[in-house]
């Protein structure tokens, strides 16, 4: 399963806010969460706009849905073939509460796109399953305010479990005991609690991934501070976890 990270940072002006795509196997390709910069995020790459079949909003805070009201217009009025019938229809597919925020915020600027030709809202809820391009997508409830949900990601052959934003719960650590990585909001080591806000810390996730036996390990939503020296934080990981740790950066392609 080809993983695209096209953002990996909390919100900031370091770089692209956390989303990236989920390429299956059938050609579906699910995006997670729309960045600030979401369009030129795609194209930079070079993921054809047009070829996202699901989009999954994990929570309507601005960082993870700023970007989907010019995605919406630039689909709908900019793409090239945007007029051609073989057009997949695509989905959103958040809590009910999300949805609800989400035409909200796309009726701002855009009120015609609110239900846009083709568009189809699907409501996601805590400890359902859904099946896109034959994976397997369940959705539990993270540690983040307001609903916030994480997913575990099945296919045939790999699986990964992504906590979405979050404080430290030793349960979502757990969801990932038998699955190929783990995908999970790091913002920063506690010299930077601070900052961090109620994200989860280097210190306070590193001993439970040698606990649960995570093989891969891909810590996102970073905070600034570690654009330019990512020393403290890797240690801070290393101190506690002898498994594999990806650190992600705008644009970076991971097999899972
Ligand atoms: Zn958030």
Redesign the pocket.
């Known amino acids: 399963m080809k993983i695209t990270f096209l953002g990996v940072w909390m919100a900031s002006d370091v770089g692209e806010t956390v989303s990236f795509v989920i390429d299956a196997d059938d050609g579906d390709r699910i995006l997670v969460d729309c960045g600030t910069n979401l369009v030129k995020g795609l194209l930079d790459a070079k993921i054809d706009p047009m070829s996202i079949t699901h989009i999954i909003v994990t929570?309507s805070?601005g960082?993870?849905i700023s970007g989907l009201p010019g995605y919406l217009f630039y689909r709908y009025f900019f793409a090239p073939g945007i007029y051609k019938k073989e057009n997949k229809p695509f989905k959103i597919i958040a809590s009910e509460s999300c949805i609800d925020s989400l035409k909200a915020f796309i009726g701002v600027p855009y009120p015609m796109l609110v239900n846009a030709k083709g568009m189809e809202y699907e409501v996601a809820k805590v400890e359902e399953t859904i099946m896109i391009g034959g994976i397997n997508i369940k959705f539990f409830q993270s540690k983040?305010t307001p609903l916030?949900f994480g997913i575990v990601c099945r296919s045939k052959e790999v699986s990964f479990v992504y906590s979405a934003?979050t404080a430290f719960d030793e349960n979502i650590v757990s969801y990932a005991k038998n699955c190929d990585c783990l995908i999970h909001d790091v913002a920063a080591t506690d010299d930077y609690a601070e900052l961090a806000g109620g994200h989860t810390l280097c210190q306070q996730i590193a001993p439970f991934l040698n606990k649960y036996g995570i093989k891969k390990f891909i810590p996102v939503h970073r905070i600034s501070v570690y654009k330019t020296n990512i020393t403290p934080y890797l240690n801070a990981l290393r101190a506690d976890y002898s498994g594999e740790i990806i650190i992600p950066y705008d644009g970076m392609i991971v097999e899972i």
């Open positions: 929570h805070h960082d993870h983040h916030t934003d």
